[in-house]
């Protein structure tokens, strides 16, 4: 049986700056079964949250195929692309891109009201998806009545709400205390082990790549071991 999730073939990924080309990634070949676990390291500005931003479909790759829960990414229509990112993916940013005119229970619930679940029920599971993440006494504030870590947080509920086959996490607990570090990493790792999800995780924390089944540093445009 073929459990690949995700697969990069040769991604490459540049940006002008002015007269120049910054070649962020030149050629990244990744592989990502189900319930596996990769971290990604490297250098700030190597191009790490670029990768991910491919692969969770919010930029085009130049050149390369990538293949991600049956969707060829790269050649998806707006529809199917829309699709794509509610269904199939979860995607915790670097940073939360929560919506200011929704509480903490409707950030998480939009994912869920997306796939057409009733909106009971959908209040339902946001409640116990913040009770998980520390933060049910918040469920009625909107963002800017959160402090960071609470944004970090509520921003995770609502992107494992839809038990997505891939996670694509860009540093999850960069503004967390140590508490609420380990709770959210427990959490982003009880769910793989649980459910067979794969986690693309990127961190500076050499500690929590520990946790992840491979890590891999992004270096001069190319994923390699360390
Ligand atoms: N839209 C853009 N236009 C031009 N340059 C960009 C754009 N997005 C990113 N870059 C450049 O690409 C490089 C890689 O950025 P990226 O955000 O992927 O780095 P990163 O590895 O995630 O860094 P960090 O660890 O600081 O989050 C940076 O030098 C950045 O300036
Ligand atoms: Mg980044």
């Not at 491919?54 to 049956?70: H, M, P, R, V």
């Not at 870590?149 to 967390?176: F, Y």
């Not at 794969?198 to 540093?217: F, I, P």
Request: aromatic share 4%.
């Amino acid at each position: 049986m073929n459990n690949t999730i995700l697969s990069v073939r040769g991604a490459g990924k540049s940006y002008k700056s002015g007269p120049e080309t910054l070649q962020i990634l030149k050629e990244v070949n990744l592989e990502l079964q189900a319930g596996q676990s990769i971290a990604v390291m490297g250098a700030s500005g190597s191009g790490k949250s670029t990768l991910l931003n491919l692969i969770g479909g919010l930029d085009n790759a130049d050149c390369g195929e990538i293949e991600s829960c049956g969707f060829q990414v790269n050649q998806l229509k707006e529809k199917e692309l829309t699709a794509y990112r509610s269904k199939a993916i979860g995607f915790v940013f670097q940073f939360h891109y929560l919506l200011k005119d929704f509480t903490a229970a409707e950030n998480v619930m939009l994912p869920m009201l997306m796939r057409g679940i009733p909106r009971k029920q959908a209040k339902a599971q946001a409640e116990e998806a913040l009770e998980q993440v520390g933060i049910a006494a918040r469920s009625g504030h909107y963002p800017a009545q959160l402090s960071g870590g609470e944004r970090q947080r509520a921003a995770l509920a609502r992107a494992l709400i839809n038990r997505p086959k891939l996670i694509l996490a860009d540093e999850p607990t960069g503004s967390l205390d140590e508490e609420h570090r380990s709770l959210v990493e427990d959490l982003i790792f009880s769910r793989i082990a649980e459910s067979g999800t794969a986690l693309l995780l990127v961190t500076h924390s050499g500690e929590l790549a520990k946790k992840a089944d491979r890590t891999m540093l992004l270096r001069e445009g190319l994923l390699q071991n360390p």
